[in-house]
């Protein structure tokens, strides 16, 4: 069966970097596209980047400059870089995968994932 595993979480001071995984088993994951969502507390799970079965990517405004989402297909794992962080980006970041036949913009959309991680917890100290 199909699954996916985020790593790379942790505890870090603003202006910090952290680099997530989200490592799949059961599919070839370089056919999928991956989105990154981060769930803060007290608020809604939100869409924070993506990248499709076509390697384009997609940004929600609030990190577009800071964080970087990439495939490494040797590894059948997709990245989020995370650079400059802030107090603000604490929260579980969740990867999600989906099988091809959706728009980029598409992907912004929580509804439309197959395949859900179980999150890895970011935390910022200001």
């Known amino acids: 069966q199909v699954r996916l595993i985020e790593s790379g979480g942790g505890l870090v001071q603003t202006g910090e970097s952290l680099r997530l995984a989200c490592a799949a088993s059961?599919?070839?994951?370089?056919?999928?596209?991956v989105g990154w969502f981060r769930q803060a507390p007290g608020k809604e799970r939100e869409f924070a980047a993506a990248?499709?079965?076509?390697?384009?990517?997609d940004y929600e405004d609030f990190v577009k400059g800071r964080f970087t989402v990439s495939r490494d297909n040797a590894e059948n794992s997709v990245y989020l870089q995370m650079n400059s962080l802030k107090p603000e980006d604490t929260a579980i970041y969740y990867c999600a995968a989906v099988g091809p036949g959706f728009n980029t913009e598409q992907l912004t959309n929580n509804r439309i994932y197959d395949y859900w991680g179980q999150g890895t917890q970011v935390t910022v100290s200001s």
């Open positions: 059961g599919t070839t994951l370089s056919s999928y596209a």
């Open positions: 990248i499709s079965w076509t390697d384009t990517t």
